[in-house]
């Protein structure tokens, strides 16, 4: 297909998002009020969900398809025979109610809803409890916001892929390049969002896992995440791109309500179009749900990928392989004449609505009011005390401190030290939020959260994120001379990295690095500390060795509070306790591979270097899981717990074993591998330090050798905050995920029998190793 042939389709599928953009979300009346309905078992809520809907589907067949056609749109049509009205899919809350065709925050009473971490910081805080908290709140506000009709009901977060590449602009959108860590933060977030624990047949909102999958890329090189196609090894697949999936899916897991296909093709067939892949979701994991493409999708599988010949192939292609709403039009469009003319079969289009209607009646849409166990939320419940509380919370635990010099940090507020903040970032708002967010309550800029501490602040911004243009660098200069401290806040913005916008390099663009330069030696030898704040790695090797850095600190796009976090932890009100949740790769990386290479193990023939810490070879400039407190730790393991059924402890740490059977029964049952433990580990952690601290104690285990992944892989982890001096016991489960591996020749996961190395990084370099057996 021509370059002006894709982008008419995406011209027309962006056209028709603008046009709802624009509009008041429509309200969802109750179809069951209308007085012709009210008699019929659909709306008796005696009945179960699947019975009062395989009513209503067997009416609606009855239809002409003309009436029907509306029904698989994004911004889906009502039917006026069956008094339904229309219903908005696509709401966004990847890490807040965000600005999408489904919210609106101009007509309501809530014109600001809590604006979190972007997904990249809040994975970098380990702390499952935060990834619940956020779940649930922004869920509450979405529901909120619905019944004051601000807000749809079906969101279509979380991100989940795998942040494969470091160049890859939607990084940030994830918690990072881990399976487990992944796997971990849909499972709590998408449980928590639907709030399904209150009425296991009901959802407080729908949650949406996205994007279905092994998408990753979306522009490089000449190739567009709408015509690549992504070569996968079953092993890569099974290893590494569908753990997270299998886990937010999964009816033990997140039980997520919703599942978006991806624009890209793996091994040939566009994922839109990929049954036995979307068959999983089914088949082994319990969906109960509905699955819509991503937008313009659709047409991709005719128009880009070349996969089918004709509208009407393209409709049974996708409503066949378990696709169920089009964020598009070419459904809705193709829709009469593919069932006219016997193309697309009946058994797609009814699976189909009885997929998108059990997830409207689920939500509670065909009941009284008075039936539905999410109506008492209101405008007071968006963006109160306790959401704004967690939001900064969340900001201050996933601030990772790099390195820092001890004599330096944290700085004393008592001092009466003269600061100079400068940087692209140092009085930067919306750059906080990252993409995908909604509209804030307010935001606090690193500036404003340093003027909180600080008597005298000097600010220039000095430099843009982006620019060659250095005309202030002789008024940054001076500041700087004068200055006690420099803080630079520097790093990345969606200039740089975001949706449709990938990087080819991974240091900081622009002036930046010559601006870094030239303040450390204006400085003269004062203290300078660099924030960087971005969503994807960047290489900071040139600067770690830099006399005159006194530290390095990452944030992420910290959200709504995030310059009140980053002061915070200048400052030392708060200890810095996050780790980072991707490598940080040097700069050469980009030399050696293309994104475009799927492959995660290394490979000496095309001089891939590995990805992610679990199979790259080369040297980290910091490695995944990286980061410094300000106090000292004791980890000590105290106690080992072996077997899946009987759990029993073990004297010795030579003893500890793992049962390979155990593992064995969790697979061949479809358990889901990353929540069923087959033994444990108990520490004995003590903050022996002089300063308060959180604490996120992680477990590695490495199969044995040789190996391809030879950065072990990540079991597990807990967060805890001690007091000087404290200790608590944390327990640490073997989950089966890590004992594993996909064995293509069998076409399953199997047990790995053999020695096994697990460590717990501390702080720094320091590390606590030990063994296991699996047998």
């Known amino acids: 297909m021509s370059t002006h042939a894709i982008n008419l389709v995406v011209v027309a599928t962006l056209l028709a998002a603008i046009c709802v953009f624009a509009q008041t979300p429509t309200p969802f009346p109750n179809p069951c009020l209308a007085p012709a309905n009210a008699p019929l078992p659909f709306c008796n809520v005696s009945l179960k969900i699947e019975d009062r809907v395989s009513d209503l589907v067997a009416r609606l067949s009855r239809l002409p398809p003309k009436s029907l056609a509306p029904l698989f749109q994004f911004a889906a049509g009502g039917v006026a025979e069956m008094h339904i009205p ?7 809350g990847l890490h807040g109610v965000a600005f999408s065709p489904g919210v609106n925050f101009t007509i309501g009473p809530s014109h600001a809803a809590t604006s979190f971490p972007q997904v990249c910081t809040t994975a970098a805080t380990y702390n499952k409890s935060l990834f619940t ?12 916001m619905n019944n004051d009709k601000q807000a749809g009901l079906t969101y279509w977060a979380p991100n989940i892929n795998i942040y494969r590449d470091p160049r890859w602009g939607r990084g940030q959108e994830t918690p990072g390049e881990d399976p487990f860590l992944t796997a971990t933060y849909a499972h709590h977030f998408v449980r928590a969002m639907q709030n399904s624990s209150v009425d296991a047949t009901r959802l407080q909102v729908s949650a949406c896992c996205k994007h279905f999958t092994a998408y990753d890329m979306d522009r490089w090189g000449g190739e567009d995440r709408h015509i690549f196609n992504a070569i996968v090894s079953e092993q890569d697949m099974w290893d590494t791109f569908m753990p997270s999936f299998e886990a937010c899916i999964h009816h033990d897991g997140g039980a997520a309500s919703g599942v978006m296909c991806s624009y890209n093709a793996v091994n040939g067939v566009p994922m839109c179009a990929n049954k036995p892949l979307l068959d999983n979701i089914t088949l082994r994991w319990g969906f109960e749900g509905y699955v819509t493409s991503d937008c313009g999708a659709v047409g991709d599988v005719m128009y880009n990928h070349h996969f089918t010949k004709t509208p009407d192939e393209t409709l049974q292609a996708t409503l066949g392989a378990g696709m169920d709403v089009d964020c598009g039009g070419m459904v809705t469009q193709y829709f009469a004449s593919a069932v006219a003319n016997g193309t697309l079969r009946e058994s797609a289009w009814h699976r189909a609505l009885t997929r998108q209607f059990t997830t409207l009646m689920r939500l509670g849409l065909f009941d009284p009011a008075e039936d539905q166990p999410f109506k008492q939320w209101t405008a007071a419940n968006v963006s109160d005390e306790s959401a704004r509380h967690l939001a900064l919370t969340a900001a201050q635990e996933g601030v990772v401190m790099l390195n820092y010099d001890v004599n330096v940090l944290p700085l004393d507020a008592k001092a009466n030290q003269r600061i100079a903040i400068m940087g692209p970032h140092a009085n930067a708002t919306w750059t906080l939020l990252g993409n995908y967010n909604g509209q804030p309550p307010y935001m606090v800029s690193p500036l404003d959260g340093v003027r909180r501490y600080a008597k005298h602040v000097d600010f220039i911004r000095g430099v843009g994120v982006t620019s060659f243009n250095a005309t202030e660098f002789d008024a940054a200069c001076r500041l700087a001379a004068k200055s006690d401290v420099v803080v630079l806040v520097m790093g990345l913005s969606e200039n740089v990295e975001d949706e449709g916008l990938d990087r080819y390099r991974i240091t900081l663009p622009g002036l930046q690095s010559v601006f870094i330069h030239r303040m450390v030696a204006c400085a003269a030898g004062k203290p300078v500390i660099l924030v960087s704040m971005s969503g994807g790695s960047v290489d900071y090797s040139e600067f770690m060795a830099l006399p005159g850095i006194s530290a390095i600190m990452w944030a992420g796009y910290a959200g709504q509070s995030g310059g009140q976090a980053i002061a915070d932890v200048i400052y030392g009100s708060v200890s810095p306790s996050g780790r980072l949740p991707h490598t940080v790769y040097p700069a050469d990386f980009v030399d050696l591979v293309t994104p475009l290479d799927m492959q995660m193990e290394a490979n000496q023939t095309s001089g891939n270097p590995g990805r992610t810490y679990r199979y790259y ?22 106690s080992y717990r072996t077997g899946w059924r009987m759990q029993h402890a073990v004297a010795r740490a030579e003893e500890w074993a793992v049962s390979c059977s155990d593992v064995e029964a969790i ?32 477990l590695f ?11 072990g892989q990540l079991v597990d982890f807990e967060k805890a905050k001690l007091e000087p001096g404290q200790s608590t016991l944390v327990t640490l489960q073997s989950f089966s995920h890590a004992f594993s591996t996909y064995d293509a020749t069998a076409g399953r996961r199997r047990c790995v029998p053999g020695q096994y190395q697990w460590r717990v990084p501390i702080q720094g370099t320091e590390h606590i190793v030990g063994s296991l057996r699996v047998q």
């Not at 995944?624 to 730790?633: D, E, M």
């Not at 049952?669 to 308060?692: C, H, K, P, W, Y």
């Not at 285990?701 to 950065?711: D, E, I, L, N, T």
């Open 667 to 698: 697979i061949s049952e479809d358990r889901l591998a990353t929540r069923e433990s087959v033994g444990a580990i108990t520490f004995n952690l003590t903050n022996t330090g002089d300063r308060a601290s959180a604490f996120s104690l992680l």
């Open 133 to 144: 908290m956020i779940g649930a709140t922004v869920g509450r506000e979405g529901r909120s």
């Open 701 to 711: 285990a490495r199969f044995p050798q040789p190996s391809p992944m030879v950065g």
């Open 617 to 638: 070879t080369g040297n980290a400039v910091y490695p995944f899981a990286w980061g410094l407190t300000y106090t000292n730790w004791s980890v000590v393991p105290v």
């Open 86 to 92: 229309p219903y908005e899919w696509w709401s966004e």
